[in-house]
Structures are given as C-alpha cells and as structure tokens.
C-alpha cells in the first residue's frame, strides 16, 4: 500500500514540475491596494498551499475533538474490559461453589439413602446393593382337625 501511495505522490510531482516548466509567463496579482507580478505555476502553487492552510485550520477543531473522543472511547474499553475480567473472575467462583455444593448434596444424598434403608428396612433397594430375593420355605399342613400350634404354645395331648 505505502509504494502505492509513493508512486500516486511522485506522478503529481511530476505532473507539477511539467506544469510549471510550460507555465512561466508573469501574470499581475491584486489584492485591494497591493499589486505585484509573479509567474503563473509559482502563484497557483502558492494559492494552493494557502488553500491547504485554510482547509487544516478550519479541520483542526473536529481532528482535536476526534483525538479527545477516541481517547476516552479507548479508556472506556479498557475500564469495561476490567469489570468483564473481574465479573468472569466472580461468575467462575460461583460456577465452582454451586458445583461444590451439588456434589455434597449428591453425597450427602447418597448416604442418606442408604441410612434410611438400613434405618427403616426400606422397601427399595438401593441402586447399588445387589439385589437378594428370598426362596420360598414349603411348609406340611396340619391334617384335618388339628390346629397349627401358636408360637410359644405347647401342642395339646403332650
């Protein structure tokens, strides 16, 4: 880009030096009461650096407040980024709380349970107890007209 713009530069030097090479008559210039004579290219040269003149001073007053605008925008980024930094830093924190305190309710969860089917027998089984089903016991049935003895009675006619 910058031998772009170096080639563009040298090109209207170029082009000026053959303007004022082919222009050198003496042409009269006024302003109010002064008068004077000079060559063609050398006052246009000097009309266009006074116009350029004119157009940085009337430029200067938005250039300064762009300076002092980006400036303070950049000051901005850098204090937001800050407190983005800081509020990541506070919300990794507390990610890691609530994932401290979820692993001790699962814990705390998980001893619970088997306190409570060891406390009260429970009906379900733990998800990691093995699982052991009782065979049924057969039983003799008592004939006809006999009475099954109650626990802790002696049988009659002993």
Known sequence: MAIVLLIIILALLILA??????????????????????????????????GALIALLFALPSIYRNRREISRLRKEIASL????EQKTTSLEMVEAQIREKE?????????????????????????DAPVVEAEPVETEEA???QGAALEGEEPEGI
């Open 17 to 50: 030096v053959i303007f004022a090479i082919q222009n050198v008559a003496a042409v009269p210039i006024s302003l109010l009461f002064w008068q004077a004579q000079g060559s063609l290219a050398l006052v246009l040269l000097v009309a266009l650096v006074i």
């Open 103 to 127: 692993q001790l309710e699962l814990q705390s969860g998980v001893e619970g349970e088997a306190l409570e089917a060891v406390g009260e027998g429970a009906e379900e089984p733990l998800e």
């Open 143 to 145: 004939p006809a007209g």
């Open 81 to 84: 980024e800050a407190e983005l």
